[in-house]
């Protein structure tokens, strides 16, 4: 069972003043119910000894320590990347918004109002913005609202670059407050990354790309565009031209730094290759990220990012797929419920195949996958948490809802590479009365598990539950010690432990522990999880421990200092925990600890 301090420690910050959890946004007035109390029953044995590594420690690490966010080779790794789509964004005051769109958000989001949340978003330490499309999409008079809600959301643009300001839409505001939200972003020192759709467009596209109506499918062949939506012929060198003018104008003269690439498998990777070097060569701010380009390519597995964008570093990153799902595999449950492994998943899997090992499949070496957990196509984690009866709705102020949220953020904390935070992920948001896709879905409020996470954002904190920002505090501090290592975001990764066997419930052990250090070995920590939703404890002999030691500093005994808690009300604010000789670790219910090594 939980133990009394545990319960007292981290309900007296997160329930004590517990109010209404968000919907939608996590706006709103009223009262919580108070949570429900989650007794656990005792288990026959809750201490785990270990007396080998895993059969998973070193089968990768060389081949893994190889690529460049692992041995410090690409300033991008550092990258926080806060996604933003526009629609569901506040309202700035110049513009309507779209007024319609797939999703519970109210649609009226603007360019300016993003830019009014640029100390908000700046404060979770995210030191990049992502927004999602707004190059001019027309109304051309159609009744339908499935067509207008899909193209509302700004992925199917009429015209690009037009010689005039109107290609900026001016339902999000306009040329003018681009511009002005651009410059902001800078100012809080961030770098502007815009989302571009090269692959398809819609159906009265105006530019000087060759429009085609047939559209490349992920994983190969082709498929007929449909009734509002055309493709590009990329056999045409007039295609190629537009998309690499556009991409790199967009540098120049309105001052963007990189590009995120919607569908990327759309276009070939020859012609993403040339299109990604002339964006590097553009981009001379000398930003953080100055010259990025990562690729959706939507994929449990790792062949399609392979060959559609990472094969020859045709796109130099994208989207992490495989380990996303892994990850929520493991702490959650996927948002298909028919697969075997939708959840409770063992540990191990994160250390495998189409886990952290899928970037073993990837031929070339500079490549960086984005690791990211939520996004505006995905179901919420929060959500997710919901569907696997894992927390109920109405007890979202309770412990569990954020232990689970933090885990989450602590393994993005500790990844090697460009992480992605998608709005709202920070505190918890989640959408009201949502757990399962229910039929005819997209009428009314009956939400789709591919737009149910397009909520409404909050531009400030004073839009927040009390519970929602002690968990953003959280994320904010463990972004911010990601920032201040590179054994965290650019360094060497070796896995030491995880269990194998699948857990037969979520009291079960299931245990998780990584090194990650710089090649130097002068900066070094030591990851564990547990998901376990009871206390358990973790030895390791001194075999065992040696290894841990050896792996992080090159010596046979070293000392673990706590840094991170993710059990206590405050992650930093951790008790002097120094572990020395043969490590034992004791983990809260469903925890994560970071141990610097010294």
């Known amino acids: 069972m939980m133990s009394i301090d545990f319960k007292k420690s981290l309900l007296a910050v997160l329930v004590a003043t ?15 119910p108070e949570p429900k109390p989650e007794p656990k029953p005792t288990p026959v044995d809750p201490v785990t000894d270990v007396t080998a590594v895993s059969d998973l420690a070193g089968k990768y690490d060389s081949k893994i320590n190889s690529y460049a966010c692992y041995n410090g080779t690409n300033d991008y790794c550092k990258l926080i990347i806060y996604q933003v789509m526009v629609e569901a964004a506040p309202n700035g005051g110049e513009a309507d918004g779209k007024g319609i769109g ?15 949340s640029l100390d908000f978003i700046k404060g979770v330490n995210a030191n990049a913005l992502w927004i999602t499309p707004v190059f001019y999409t027309s109304d051309d008079g159609e009744d339908k609202d499935k067509d207008k809600k899909t193209y509302a959301s700004g992925y199917y643009a009429t ?43 819609k159906s009265d596209f105006s530019g000087a790309a060759v429009k085609s109506n047939k559209c490349t499918k992920m994983g190969g062949g082709t498929e007929n565009a449909s009734s509002f939506m055309t493709c590009f012929d990329w056999d045409s060198e007039e295609t190629l031209d537009y998309y690499k003018n556009l991409a790199t104008k967009m540098i120049t003269e309105y001052d963007i730094d990189g590009w995120r690439f919607d569908q990327a498998y759309q276009v070939p990777n020859q012609k993403w290759k040339v299109i990604t070097k002339a964006i590097k060569d553009a981009a001379t701010s000398g930003r953080l990220g100055a010259g990025y380009s990562v690729a959706e390519v939507w994929s449990g597995t790792t062949g399609n990012i392979e060959d559609s964008v990472f094969k020859d570093a045709a ?38 195949a189409y886990g952290y090992a899928s970037v073993t499949d990837y031929s070339d070496h500079t490549v960086m996958p984005n690791m990211f957990v939520d996004n505006h196509d995905l179901v919420r984690f929060g959500n997710l948490l919901f569907r696997y009866n894992i927390v109920n709705e109405s007890n979202v ?13 602590a393994f993005q904390m500790a990844y090697s590479g460009p992480i992605t935070i998608y709005y709202g992920s920070e505190y918890g948001d989640y959408t009201r009365g949502f757990s399962s896709q229910i039929s005819d879905c997209g009428t009314g409020e009956k939400w789709c598990d591919d737009h149910v996470s397009r909520t409404q954002m909050v531009s400030g904190e004073s839009g927040l539950k ?85 792996k992080a500093k090159n010596t046979d005994t070293c000392s673990l200092e706590l840094v991170i808690d993710t059990s206590k009300p405050t992650v930093t604010a951790v008790d002097a925990e120094t572990l020395e000789g043969s490590f034992s670790f004791n983990m809260k219910p469903e925890s994560v600890k970071l141990y610097k090594v010294n």
Request: proline content about 2%; glycine content about 10%.
């Open 315 to 352: 796109v130099g990153s994208a989207f992490n797929f495989p380990l996303r799902y892994k990850l929520v595999q493991v702490i959650a449950g996927q948002e298909n419920k028919s697969d075997g492994w939708a959840t409770l998943q063992s540990a191990s899997s994160l250390a495998g």
């Open 102 to 116: 797939w999703g519970p958000s109210n649609h009226v989001g603007t360019l300016r109002g993003i830019k009014n």
């Open 466 to 550: 009390d519970w929602q920002k002690t968990l953003r505090s959280n994320v904010a501090s463990m972004m911010k010690y990601r920032l201040e290592h590179p054994a965290l975001y650019n360094g060497e990764r070796y896995h030491i432990y995880s269990t194998t066997e699948n857990p037969a419930d979520r009291d079960a052990e299931n245990f998780y522990v990584d090194v990650k250090t710089t090649a130097d070995k002068s900066d070094a920590f030591v990851f564990v999880m547990s998901t376990s939703e009871i206390e358990r404890k973790l030895n390791f002999n001194e075999d065992v421990s040696k290894y841990v030691c050896q």
């Open 18 to 32: 517990a109010l209404t959890a968000c919907g939608g946004g996590g706006g709103g007035g009223g009262d919580d």
């Open 159 to 201: 015209q690009h670059l037009s010689g005039t300001s109107a290609f900026i839409d001016s339902a999000f505001g306009g040329l003018s407050s681009f511009n002005e939200l651009v410059q902001a972003t800078h100012d809080k020192e961030m770098s502007f990354i815009l989302d571009g759709v090269f692959g398809h467009a």
């Open 397 to 409: 102020a309770g412990e569990r809802y954020s232990l689970r949220h933090l885990m989450a953020f």
